[in-house]
């Protein structure tokens, strides 16, 4: 079974669109920077190599170990917290974060039953004056309303003599949530060929509703950025909150 952190590496390796407004939050925060679903380092290690301190939060073991290790070889410093985001209790950092991020939708990997617990988690680690900066897929920027063809290249990578290519298929527009459907395929250095269907599950959330779930928890609404992905994707809103007084 390939690694998570392959498949990371394939599929959202390359992507630095939001690169630019993490940098500009942590360079304004003044205080050390949470990462929510951290992954393989894709952000953290980008910050942190800024010189910020960071705090990398992830669930997946395979992924921190990842993490980790590519920390190690790039010579950079940052703290690993494993929680799991739907369980809030977990999160236990040992900084209160000037900026909380949560790059690639990862809010939208929750519904609405477990978001307000999140949010609420959030405001009571977040540093006096801190920002909350969460993405939400840009509906108004998907192909069509109901199941869409995405017509995008496959992302591939070649790593030790394997091939890996994840192409996306669609993306269906439930009532309550985003379906992104992938074909990977793994060949191995001897030709051998595997193929797997992926699906990505996004819980449907607009920026006002973000807001206001945000809002009764006391994090009030500080701005909306928008973060273009590239002619053949789906932008991105981040949605800025603030601890209120």
Known sequence: MTSPSVWQEVEFGSYGADLPLWVELADGAGGPVAELGAGAGRVSLHLAGHGHEVVAIERDLDLIRELEALAKERAVSLSVVVADLAAPAELLLPVNPAVVIGPLHVIQVLDSAHRP??????????????????????????????????????????????VYSSEPLWVQVGDRALT???????????????????DE?????????LEREAADVGLRPSGRRQISSGENEADSTAVLLEAAA
């Open 201 to 209: 599950i996004l819980h449907r959330i607009d920026p006002e509703t």
């Open 117 to 162: 617990a999140l949010l609420a988690r959030l405001r009571e680690v977040l540093a006096p004056g801190g920002v909350v900066a969460l993405t939400v897929v840009d509906e108004s920027t998907l192909l069509s309303s109901g199941a869409a063809s995405t017509q995008i290249l496959p992302d591939m990578r070649e790593l030790d003599g394997w």
């Open 180 to 198: 992104v459907r992938r074909l990977r395929e793994t060949v191995s250095p001897e030709g051998r060929m595997e193929r797997d269907i992926h």
